[in-house]
């Protein structure tokens, strides 16, 4: 059986939280895995049904069924990686881990400050394949997808500027390239490329292109491509939400968080300026 941290224990668990999230921290700078951490944080929440109450962020992508289904394609890296976490922090559950890795993939490059609360349980149960958005696919597949989960237009868009980190692999999605002249940075470029009529070099989806063709979709990146601040805004309220989908926050555990949240902002602004300025430093 796995353990897990009582949630009741308010001052254990958060330090549990906060030693995991420096763990975290270091193993990105290291190894400049922010990319697919935050996919993974993506793929084990995005399954989620509503009406059904099933899938979601519970740990269950570890599961060998559902790490091989073709849109997690290279994902067993990311869980892997997380596994060197998981061995010093055995009481988070993985459910958290791969959460909490995600918020924290967003902050240490450059991205926003998101919400976590723990408190989420892992589940053994895969959902079945075809829940998460086919990247070849348009408007109504994305509102298919994230309408099952409870999400809304903002969020589709929101949520599609994480594509500023990272780049597609030709061996996982058919798709090769970075979405950003600088995938290793979290900003509002996704969308800045979005709206020029020819980015050479970097990569456009069909998922992407119908943000700019869709009436609904664009005026959220013509907002996002001109106000990073709105971006940001929006993005750390949607990731929070996506990373929720069927879980309902102890309320305990909430208060005692707040009181973390400034150390959080500061450690986390000390990590990001020593993150840009290795990435610079490595750039020719």
Same mark, same amino acid.
């Given at each position: 059986?796995?353990?897990?941290?009582?949630?009741?224990?308010?001052?254990?668990?958060?330090?549990?939280?906060?030693?995991?999230?420096?763990?975290?921290?270091?193993?990105?700078?290291?190894?400049?895995?922010?990319?697919?951490?935050?996919?993974?944080?993506?793929?084990?929440?995005?399954?989620?049904?509503?009406?059904?109450?099933?899938?979601?962020?519970?740990?269950?992508?570890?599961?060998?069924?559902?790490?091989?289904?073709?849109?997690?394609?290279?994902?067993?890296?990311?869980?892997?990686?997380?596994?060197?976490?998981?061995?010093?922090?055995?009481?988070?559950?993985?459910?958290?881990?791969?959460?909490?890795?995600?918020?924290?993939?967003?902050?240490?490059?450059?991205?926003?400050?998101?919400?976590?609360?723990?408190?989420?349980?892992?589940?053994?149960?895969?959902?079945?394949?075809?829940?998460?958005?086919?990247?070849?696919?348009? /408007? &109504? @597949?994305? +509102?298919?997808?994230?309408?099952?989960?409870?999400?809304?237009?903002?969020?589709?868009? #929101? %949520?599609?500027?994480?594509?500023?980190?990272?780049?597609?692999?030709?061996?996982?999605?058919?798709?090769?390239?970075?979405?950003?002249?600088?995938?290793?940075?979290?900003?509002?470029?996704?969308?800045?490329?979005?709206?020029?009529?020819?980015?050479?070099?970097?990569?456009?989806?069909?998922?992407?292109?119908?943000?700019?063709?869709?009436?609904?979709?664009?005026?959220?990146?013509?907002?996002?491509?001109?106000?990073?601040?709105?971006?940001?805004?929006?993005?750390? /309220? &949607? @990731?929070? +939400?996506?990373?929720?989908?069927?879980?309902?926050?102890?309320?305990?555990?909430?208060? #005692? %968080?707040?009181?973390?949240?400034?150390?959080?902002?500061?450690?986390?602004?000390?990590?990001?300026?020593?993150?840009?300025?290795?990435?610079?430093?490595?750039?020719?």
């Amino acid at each position: 059986m796995e353990m897990e941290y009582n949630t009741n224990d308010n001052k254990v668990c958060v330090k549990e939280i906060e030693r995991a999230r420096r763990d975290l921290r270091a193993l990105i700078s290291s190894k400049n895995c922010a990319p697919i951490l935050l996919r993974l944080a993506w793929h084990d929440a995005g399954t989620y049904d509503a009406k059904t109450k099933t899938g979601g962020p519970n740990g269950s992508i570890r599961n060998e069924v559902e790490y091989n289904h073709a849109a997690n394609r290279g994902l067993k890296i990311a869980i892997d990686l997380c596994e060197e976490v998981k061995a010093k922090h055995p009481r988070i559950s993985y459910a958290d881990l791969y959460q909490l890795a995600g918020v924290v993939a967003v902050e240490v490059t450059g991205g926003p400050t998101i919400d976590f609360v723990p408190g989420r349980k892992d589940s053994t149960i895969s959902p079945e394949e075809g829940r998460l958005p086919d990247a070849n696919e348009g /408007a &109504s @597949h994305l +509102r298919n997808v994230f309408y099952r989960m409870g999400l809304s237009d903002q969020d589709i868009v #929101a %949520l599609s500027g994480g594509h500023t980190l990272g780049k597609a692999h030709r061996e996982r999605s058919g798709f090769e390239g970075p979405w950003t002249s600088n995938p290793l940075k979290f900003d509002n470029s996704y969308f800045v490329e979005l709206l020029k009529a020819d980015s050479k070099g970097l990569l456009k989806l069909p998922t992407d292109k119908v943000l700019v063709e869709d009436p609904e979709f664009k005026k959220y990146v013509i907002l996002y491509a001109k106000d990073d601040e709105a971006f940001f805004k929006h993005y750390s /309220a &949607s @990731h929070k +939400r996506l990373s929720e989908l069927g879980f309902t926050p102890p309320s305990s555990l909430r208060s #005692a %968080l707040r009181k973390t949240v400034m150390a959080v902002a500061v450690a986390a602004t000390v990590v990001i300026l020593s993150y840009l300025y290795e990435i610079n430093r490595r750039e020719p």
